[in-house]
């Protein structure tokens, strides 16, 4: 799409040249010097071309040269066509085609982010048109089609700027809301595997409940504390397990241990094979712990992603002797 509209441009700043350059060629009257009117022609249609097409595969900025070559031209073709003819015929029509072209310039200068060189085009054609012609003759023969060019151009320049910056700006938001959709997508499937892994560990045993009216048996009340101890983990530190790491907890409650899993933000960042390697260790810890309480947390530290404290009860000052002290580092030595 800006390709086409880019072409589509290209060729009506090139069709308007051509139609000036054969505007300038059709004499009414024989120049006096005939060679300054095809120097102008040529210089005019040289700077044209040359603005149009010079660094457009890789900018629509107008290289610097390109530019100087086109101000140059703005001063010396009103000089080089009204020196050509006598004072009486450079008003005909054929002599004042220089008031469109290089307003053209001008508009193609400004379209090509050069705004100085095509206002000061502009300023230059007013001066040699009004000084060759006169200042009411000048815009009489086309002067003021040539600023309202210029001054259209530099609207339509400002107004698509700004419009391209909305139009980033837009798609920014959108970008931002289809990462917040996203985002929310992943945390409703979360909630739903939470809720039908809730319902799978507490079904059975609240059924049980119900139907024994609340008459359960040791092993019963061991499967209950086990699933309101799962239920708990999942809700603290669902990132920490996988199915080895409750199944090494399930272990430790089983003989006996209270094991308590806390998530604060300690796996955030983390690459997601390094966290199945410390879910991996984490299973191995516990299993192999015979710690009375085991503590599990993933707190926010530079260094360690995961700490397992195990605590065995009768320590000193009756408080609960640390048995163990393992620490998961965020990276693999």
Do not use: K
Request: aromatic share 6%; glycine share 8%; charged share 20%.
């Amino acid at each position: 799409m800006r390709r086409t509209v880019r072409s589509i441009v290209t060729a009506l700043a090139l069709g308007f040249a051509i139609y000036f350059a054969a505007r300038a060629i059709w004499w009414t009257e024989q120049p006096t010097a005939p060679l300054f009117m095809v120097a102008a022609i040529g210089l005019y249609l040289a700077a044209t071309l040359t603005a149009v097409l010079a660094g457009a595969g890789h900018s629509i900025r107008l290289p610097a040269g390109p530019g100087f070559l086109a101000l140059g031209t703005s001063l010396a073709v009103p000089t080089l066509v009204s020196l050509s003819l006598p004072p009486d015929a450079r008003e005909a029509p054929f002599a004042t085609w220089y008031i469109g072209a290089i307003g053209l310039l001008a508009v193609i200068c400004i379209v090509r982010r050069r705004m100085v060189c095509g206002w000061v085009m502009l300023a230059a054609l007013i001066v040699s048109s009004s000084l060759y012609l006169g200042i009411d003759r000048a815009f009489t023969l086309g002067l003021v089609g040539s600023i309202t060019w210029v001054v259209v151009a530099q609207l339509l320049v400002l107004f698509w700027g700004r419009a391209v910056r909305d139009t980033e700006r837009l798609a920014d938001i959108q970008r931002a809301v289809s990462a917040w959709n996203a985002t929310q997508e992943v945390r409703q499937r979360e909630r739903r595997v939470r809720a039908q892994l809730a319902l799978a560990v507490a079904g059975p045993v609240l059924s049980r409940t119900v139907a024994a009216h609340g008459h359960l048996s040791e092993q019963e009340r061991l499967d209950a504390r086990l699933a309101e101890g799962t239920l708990r983990d999942e809700l603290r530190g669902a990132v920490l397990l996988n199915d080895a790491v409750r199944a090494s907890i399930a272990d430790a409650r089983r003989r006996g241990a209270m094991v308590t899993v806390f998530d604060e933000g300690g796996m955030e960042g983390v690459p997601a094979d390094r966290v199945g390697q410390i879910r991996a260790e984490l299973a191995e810890v516990v299993a192999g712990s015979r710690s009375n309480r085991v503590i599990i947390r993933a707190g926010r530290d530079d260094r360690v992603a995961v700490t397992v404290v195990g605590r065995a009860a009768g320590g000193a000052h009756d408080d609960d002797a640390v048995d163990l002290w393992h620490e998961i580092p965020r990276r693999a030595d």
